[in-house]
């Protein structure tokens, strides 16, 4: 092997290599921060009632939960009071996050919404650029007229399984028709207005505080699932939850 091709090989396993370990950092500094800013109790300490309301779990940790578990939340699916939460960052033009809305999100409801053991909480994390910001957008706007679930699963059966989804202004104003938004009107000024900004950004900095490095990020009663992992590993960390 000719010394230019010894080193461009040297460099490619550095570049490799580099990618590693950023990758293990990465999910390392969501597991640490996950534990220490917002996990709750540290190891041994008593659990957390989970009839407390979210100001009093926070006394009692002593630290602010990821979860709201607030009643009547419009972004939430589930009994406020369930044993289980699972925090999901999202964006609309994520195709892994589309692939987690069409293959597990509807087990999971059936399995253990339903039954009150898990809830689940929307978190808008839109960084695949303005389309992204548009979509979160037009999502609270479906979801000012009580069709945010609707919404949400039109976009996301209308994803592409690789590429980013095309989210124009049409293409939203068609899903919040399929999802059955009744004012049409009201949903586009929401959707080209600022009013929902301030929300979506205080989506963005919970996920950057704790370290969350892409779409779609997860975090069951505060452990870290990262991506679109396979049905079973989500019923496995859930039970696993039920039963900590």
Not at 108 to 137: C, Q
Request: glycine share 8%.
């Amino acid at each position: 092997m000719s010394g230019s091709r010894r080193d461009n090989v040297g460099k490619d396993l550095i570049f490799l290599g580099g990618l590693v370990v950023v990758a293990v950092a990465l999910i390392l500094y969501l597991v640490m921060d996950a534990d220490t800013d917002v996990a709750g109790p540290t190891a041994g300490a008593a659990p957390t009632s989970i009839s407390a309301s979210p100001d009093e779990r926070a006394t009692e940790s002593g630290v602010a939960p990821v979860e709201r578990r607030q009643e009547g939340d419009p972004f939430a699916l589930g009994d406020p009071d369930a044993p289980v939460a699972m925090v999901m960052f999202s964006d609309y033009r994520c195709p892994f996050c589309a692939k987690f809305s069409r293959d597990t999100q509807p087990e999971l409801v059936e399995r253990f919404v339903e039954n009150g053991t898990l809830r689940i909480e929307w978190r808008d994390f839109p960084i695949f650029g303005e389309e992204s910001k548009l979509a979160a957008r037009a999502g609270r706007a479906a979801a000012e007229q009580g069709r945010f679930w609707e919404f949400n699963e039109a976009v996301y059966a209308a994803s592409p399984d690789r590429a980013k989804a095309d989210l124009s202004e049409d293409a939203l104003i068609g899903f919040a028709e399929r999802a059955g938004v009744a004012d049409i009107d009201r949903f586009v000024a929401g959707m080209r207005g600022t009013e929902f900004d301030n929300a979506i950004d205080a989506d963005l900095a919970q996920g950057n505080r704790i370290g969350v490095p892409s779409t779609p990020a997860f975090l069951i009663n505060n452990d870290p699932v990262l991506g679109a992992q396979p049905t079973d590993e989500f019923v496995r960390a859930i039970n696993e939850a039920l039963n900590s």
